[in-house]
């Protein structure tokens, strides 16, 4: 009788190793995926909102404030009381910034109570200047953060800064170099508060045009010969002694 290990091996012999066992042949299902959960509905309107937007004012009044710049510049303005507000027939005594700025920025005629004008003041104005004039206005809507940006100071800085600009002449004049235009204030987000920019030989002009009337009052054209006689020994300021008071007649007719 063959012994347990002769019967194992007998049965090893037998037995086909290729053929795959019945665990080894099982098949199993496959698990079941639930599907992906539907998106959420759209929390946007299905059409346009039909709200009426606000009208910008200043938009629909802005060619009130369209001028020629080099129609402006055409305009003679004397220091002499003997001599007339002129035309003449081009543009004369300007760069492409008004060169009378030059005299405000140095303070040549602190005896007409045009202090000098902060180095500052001057960069901001030229910006206030390049916004309206430089694109055919006598007005520009212009913002803090704008300035901050075209300048690169900070927040508090350009607040005083366009203090100053405001401020500048504001005690001989009633006005500075820019004025707010109360019907214009920032609207919507969309555009900043709207400035009147006053033409440096404006500023000139206006204040020559209140000393000739004061000189007038006090005594005659022997007052304005006075008033006149430190701007005609001074050679910054002979460039313009036949200049001055034109300006006023372009502020009347613009």
């Not at 369209?66 to 001599?83: A, C, M, Q, W």
Request: proline share 8%; charged share 25%; aromatic share 10%.
């Amino acid at each position: 009788m063959p012994s347990k290990s002769q019967r194992a091996g007998e049965l090893l012999k037998r037995t086909n190793v290729s053929q795959p066992t019945s665990m080894g042949s099982a098949t199993f299902p496959e698990p079941e995926a639930a599907p992906p959960p539907s998106p959420p509905p759209s929390r946007l309107p299905k059409y346009p909102s039909t709200k009426p937007k606000g009208i910008d004012r200043f938009e629909l009044e802005k060619h009130k404030f369209k001028i020629d710049l080099f129609e402006l510049l055409r305009l003679y303005v004397p220091t002499n009381i003997d001599e007339e507000i002129a035309r003449g027939d081009k543009a004369s005594f300007y760069l492409v910034f008004d060169k009378c700025f030059q005299l405000l920025v140095t303070g040549s005629l602190r005896h007409w109570g045009l202090d000098a004008i902060d180095g500052k003041v001057q960069a901001m104005y030229f910006w206030f200047y390049w916004e309206s004039y430089g694109k055919g206005y006598s007005v520009c809507p212009l913002g803090q953060g704008q300035l901050q940006k075209l300048l690169g100071w900070s927040r508090n800085t350009v607040k005083d800064v366009l203090g100053m600009l405001q401020d500048y002449s504001k005690n001989v004049l009633g006005h500075g170099l820019i004025e707010a235009i109360e019907e214009y204030p920032p609207f919507e987000y969309a555009r900043p508060q709207v400035y009147r920019v006053y033409l440096p030989r404006a500023i000139l002009a206006e204040r020559w045009q209140q000393l000739s009337e004061e000189a007038n009052r006090q005594t005659g054209l022997d007052g304005i010969k006075k008033l006149l006689a430190a701007l005609e020994r001074n050679p910054e300021t002979q460039e313009i002694v036949s200049l001055l008071a034109d300006i006023q007649l372009a502020s009347e007719t613009a």
